[in-house]
Every structure is written in C-alpha cells, then in structure tokens.
C-alpha cells in the first residue's frame, strides 16, 4: 500500500520539452527552448563526478554482460575432470599430514584449495551422469563437502578430536563418492 503513491505517479521526462512550440518543423524554435531548459539545471560538481563516473563504468568494454556462472558451470571437460580427480583425492587425503603436525593454519590452507579443484571435477562428473544417476551422487557430494567444511572449522577451533572424527569422515565420503562414479 506505500508504494501506490509511487507507482501512481507519471514518469517525468529528465529534460522537460515544451508543449507550446508554434511550429513542431521549425528546429530553431526547438532547439532554442532545449537548450533555455538545459541552462535551467544547475548540476553540482558531485552529480557531474557522478554522472561521469556512471557513464564510464556502463561504457567500459571490461562491464559484465551477465552473471558469471563458471562455478556451477565448469570450464572443464569430462575427460579433464576424470584425469584429475584421482590426483585431487590424493590431495585432500595428504591433509593428514598438516593435521598430525597441527600446522592448522597450512591445513586449512591445503584443505581448501584441493577440496576447490575437487569439487569442481567431482561437479563435472555429475553433470555428464544421466539424470536418474545424479540425485543420490549430488547427496554425497553434498555429504562430503559438508565433512570437508566441519574439518575445516574443526581444524580453525584446534579441536584435535573433531578434527580426526571429520576426516575420518571425510576419508568415508570420499570413498563412497569414488566407488559411485
């Protein structure tokens, strides 16, 4: 009910034209009433950095012309994805390693970047199933990156006995997803 008032209201022009040209063909006329309008504004030096500053960013060619869907839509094909998935497993499991030392802060690190390029090879590999296949392979998918992020908390708190029951865990997961595809 607020925004009726709004919504009733007619749209008003930026530059308002004259209704009471004599002669619509005569541009003299015309253009002497534009420009007596254009004078009648008075911008700021903030609208005119403003208004530069918009004209700039929505005229540069480096603009997004949609959204980027590059996470949910790899750059990567099937065949990539399943050369390198093994390698990636084999790069979140020697998180064990860090973990055992308690370096957490390279753990972490490690953690991150290898469940990264897991992730998104395990993704691709789903996508190419066939669509009866996907729903129980998007819940262990689901399953083991939510045991990947509790590791991650676990390892931020230096909780040692979260941190080895998520990577236990996560070693189940990651088997169960591995046998899947």
């Not at 190419?128 to 083991?144: D, F, M, V």
Request: aromatic letters at 8%; charged letters at 25%.
């Amino acid at each position: 009910m607020a925004l009726l008032p709004l919504v009733q209201k007619p749209i008003q022009p930026l530059i308002p034209f004259p209704s009471s040209i004599s002669n619509p063909f005569n541009l003299n006329q015309s253009k002497n009433r534009i420009q007596m309008c254009l004078h009648s504004y008075h911008f700021t030096r903030r609208t005119s950095l403003n208004l530069g500053a918009t004209s700039f960013i929505l005229l540069s060619e480096k603009t997004a012309n949609a959204f980027d869907f590059r996470i949910t839509v790899p750059d990567q094909t099937l065949e990539e994805a399943e050369d390198g998935i093994q390698s990636h497993a084999k790069s979140l499991l020697q998180v064990k390693e860090l973990l055992e030392a308690e370096t957490w802060k390279e753990a972490q690190k490690a953690l991150r970047k290898s469940s990264a390029l897991l992730k998104q090879d395990i993704y691709t590999i789903i996508q190419a199933n066939p669509g009866k296949q996907r729903p129980e392979l998007r819940k262990l998918y689901s399953i083991l990156f939510n045991t990947v992020s509790r590791l991650d908390f676990a390892a931020r708190d230096k909780d040692v006995p979260r941190v080895w029951e998520y990577y236990d865990n996560m070693v189940l997961a990651l088997n169960n997803i591995l046998s899947k595809l």
